[in-house]
């Protein structure tokens, strides 16, 4: 799995290369929002298994933070992982196949959407039950 989210990094930083350079910094926000929600999607439905609608909405403010939390965690293990790394990754993936890159690059940005596409889906569409 790791392979993967190296791959995101790396082909988000080359895309906003000119605006961050080499840290990659919208690379890691990117790549911590989507795992966030990702580990919300798992955390969400043991919630609302325990909570009620009422201690739910009691409890919200604490959960949201508790969301942020989680978000500058993962920034903070992503920044730690992959800081100075990308001249590393460029060189790995420097003679990429076009084709090969363009579905990876369709596999990247799928990666980043679903997380928080099925995170509002679950919560607006199927917030109610």
Not at 18 to 47: C, H, W, Y
Not at 54 to 74: D, N, P, Q, T
Request: proline fraction near 2%.
């Amino acid at each position: 799995m790791n392979f993967f989210f190296d791959y995101i990094f790396y082909r988000i930083t080359q895309f906003m290369f000119k605006r961050d350079g080499r840290t990659g910094v919208t690379a890691l926000i990117f790549m911590s929002l989507s795992q966030a929600f990702f580990l919300e999607l798992i955390i969400n439905p043991i919630i609302k298994n325990f909570l009620t609608k009422e201690e739910l909405a009691h409890y919200s403010k604490f959960i949201g933070w508790f969301g942020a939390i989680i978000f500058v965690a993962l920034f903070l293990i992503n920044n730690k992982k992959y800081k100075n790394s990308y001249n590393k990754y460029r060189f790995y993936w420097k003679d990429e196949n076009t084709n090969k890159r363009f579905y990876k690059g369709i596999l990247v940005i799928l990666s980043l959407i679903i997380p928080i596409s099925l995170y509002i889906l679950m919560n607006v569409h199927w917030g109610d039950s």
